[in-house]
């Protein structure tokens, strides 16, 4: 039945021979039209009888047969191939999202293409349009930043898009987020609590929604909580810019307490009090954000706001095949809940430095001139 091949051919060209394998082939055995299986190994289920179908199906199996799925994405104009573009292989906390992403998206059968994205804007930009050409069927950003030109070319392109972690508040396009103001509620409550009064937030740059988002609801919330809150800025989610802003924040005097815009800069934080000779939670007690893998282990392991990143990706595939499916539906944020996770970076705070002042928030951006502002809250 079918091709018959050489029982001396390698696993290589027995593999090839197998592949070229035909629609027509399969017909041709089966005694059956070409449109026949066609409809019957794409499951369509007019047309064909149950039983046909199940034949061929077999006799396809024993042929060998694959579809062609280039030349079907050339007919159809899709390749059910997905581009998740994530800001920073390197990051702990997109690993769980990709992973999870990718498992919801396969049993639709969905391929996921893992993208890093370059820096500047007009390569940016060119990446959207390179993975367009090439018939990408939809694209999942973790990393989208206000005025993206990523963005920018997929509106323009038209092409199915969801931002994952971070959204944009004009709504443009659909989005899984995590509720960053009950974050911040979370810490301060956490901290409040055990007595701290002087704390400072050590936030992700504001180009970001979620470094700008953290920001905006720490110097909302310091004055129902009663807290001295200052700000400084990192240039990035790392460890070296929570260092270096770090650094700034202590050079300008003392607070009790740290609330890092992520864990990558909670690291960074925990570096630059170490090198001062500061103990956490002794002398200064930390908190980080997002409870990527692992920071339960070091020393002290760290308290956190954990993101539900399971969660996250499972909606963010079920909204991308709802949007390539109706891409005129109306678009939608999702909000998520976050949890704080206490661990051992965090505890009472030594009787100096703690304060009962009226609440204030004192603003810096770290690597520039030092000009505070300071405002009531």
């Known amino acids: 039945m079918g091709k018959r091949l050489p029982t001396n051919m390698t696993s290589k060209k027995r593999e090839a021979a197998m592949s070229a394998v035909t629609i027509g082939d399969v017909a041709l055995a089966a005694g059956v039209h070409p449109a026949s299986v066609s409809r019957a190994l794409r499951g369509v289920t007019t047309k064909v009888s149950t039983s046909t179908r199940e034949r061929i199906e077999r006799i396809a199996r024993e042929m060998g047969y694959r579809p062609n799925a280039i030349a079907a994405s050339l007919r159809t104009r899709q390749t059910n191939l997905v581009a998740v573009v994530v800001p920073d292989l390197g990051n702990p906390l997109f690993a769980p999202i990709v992973q999870g992403v990718e498992e919801a998206l396969r049993k639709q059968g969905m391929l996921c293409l893992i993208v890093q994205p370059p820096h500047g804007a007009d390569d940016r930009r060119d990446l959207v349009t390179a993975l367009a050409n090439r018939l990408v069927s939809g694209l999942l950003i973790l990393s989208a930043e206000r005025h993206d030109p990523m963005l920018i070319e997929a509106k323009r392109l038209m092409l199915s898009t969801v931002l994952v972690n971070r959204g944009l508040g004009e709504q443009r396009f659909p989005s899984v987020v995590n ?12 901290l409040t609590r055990l007595g701290h009064r002087a704390i400072a937030h050590v936030a992700g740059p504001r180009s970001s929604s979620t470094g700008s988002a953290r920001r905006e609801g720490f110097e909302e919330l310091c004055g129902q909580f009663g807290v001295i809150g200052t700000v400084v800025e ?14 700034e924040l202590l050079d300008g005097g003392a607070v009790s307490a740290i609330f890092a815009g992520n864990d990558m800069i909670a690291l960074g934080s925990l570096d630059a009090l170490k090198a001062r000779g500061l103990a956490v939670p002794r002398d200064v007690s930390l908190v980080g954000h997002n409870d990527m893998p692992l920071v339960d282990l070091i020393a002290p392991p760290l308290t956190t706001v954990r993101v539900a990143v399971d969660e996250m990706a499972r909606q963010a595939a079920q909204l991308l095949l709802d949007h390539m499916k109706m891409p005129t539906q109306t678009v939608s944020m999702r909000v998520l809940l976050p949890t704080l996770i206490v661990r051992e970076s965090t505890g009472k705070p030594r009787e ?26």
Do not use: M
């Open 179 to 190: 509720d960053d103001r009950e974050s911040v509620r979370l810490v301060l409550d956490h």
């Open 352 to 377: 100096a430095v703690a304060s009962q002042s009226p609440a204030c928030v004192s603003v810096r951006a770290a690597g520039r001139p030092t000009k505070n502002r300071t405002r009531a809250v």
């Open 234 to 247: 990192a240039k990035a989610f790392t460890r070296e810019a929570g260092r270096e802003a770090t650094e």
